[in-house]
């Protein structure tokens, strides 16, 4: 879900099954796209412009707001300080403070993450 609302998956496709063919069209989706906005260097996109401060600080937002696991905070931490960005706990602390957490997904609810792909995610 953190590489989607990042913007370098697609859309509605953070829960689809691994090993599945449908994960595999996506992932191959994604990749045409990718190199496909680059072809004519007049959308050329760097990932670094990407994964910018704003990524980060709405990866953080989605993960508060969807109760992710503490896990992600780590893979958050290391995507961002390979972009050059330096996050730590006391960001995570200061955001959660006025984030609300807005899905009762395991572990801070009963229903886990095949309910909340069936239910649209995070589409946009």
């Known amino acids: ?5 990042m913007g370098i ?13 449908h994960r595999s069209a996506l992932n191959k989706e994604a990749v045409r796209l990718a190199v496909e906005s680059t072809i004519d260097g007049k959308n050329y996109r760097p990932l670094y412009d990407i994964i910018n401060e704003k990524a980060i600080v709405n990866a953080i937002i989605g993960l508060l707001a969807s109760g992710g696991s503490t896990n992600h905070t780590l893979h958050l931490i290391a995507i961002a300080r390979a972009a050059g960005i330096i996050i730590n706990w006391e960001d995570f602390s200061d955001l959660s403070e006025v984030i609300p957490s807005l899905v009762k ?12 792909h069936a239910c649209g995610v995070c589409l946009y």
Do not use: C, H, K, R
């Open 105 to 116: 997904m395991y572990p801070n609810g009963s229903a886990d993450v095949n309910y909340f």
């Open 1 to 5: 879900m953190l590489m989607e609302i």
């Open 9 to 21: 998956q697609l859309p509605g496709s953070s829960f689809v099954n691994p090993d599945t063919e």
